[in-house]
């Protein structure tokens, strides 16, 4: 049973840190591509970043860029999201999710979501 587990939402002021931590199961981590999403209220849900386990290609969508990292460690199957210059716009609950192709997650059709985390930023 594929699993993943977010951890590390939470309250910042803005211009803060968080790091999300998404630890994930029940597949093979390297054959997978794993992203953040993010849903605000009242908004769709959005693709924030991505990684391919497999060479460590990412993707970033630019809202994020240059404030936001992805990174894996392929030996604890887990994924991380560095978040930092935090802004009221980041607030949103977010979502971890394995895809079996890039393709997958660029059009929100992972197979696999996490529960989601809340991150509130504020002003």
């Known amino acids: 049973e594929v699993q993943l587990v977010e951890s590390g939402g939470g309250l910042v002021q803005a211009g803060g840190s968080l790091r999300l931590s998404c630890a994930a199961s029940?597949?093979?981590?390297?054959?997978?591509?794993l992203g953040w999403f993010r849903q605000a209220p009242g908004k769709d849900r959005e693709g924030v970043s991505y990684i391919r386990s497999s060479d460590g290609s990412t993707y970033y969508a630019d809202s994020v860029k240059g404030r936001f990292t992805i990174s894996s460690d392929n030996a604890k199957n887990t994924v991380y999201l560095q978040m930092n210059s935090l802004k009221p716009e980041d607030t949103a609950v977010y979502y971890c999710a394995a895809a079996t192709s890039l393709w997958r997650l660029r059009i929100g059709s992972p197979e696999s979501w996490g529960q989601g985390t809340q991150v509130t930023v504020s002003s």
């Open positions: 029940g597949f093979t981590f390297n054959d997978y591509t």
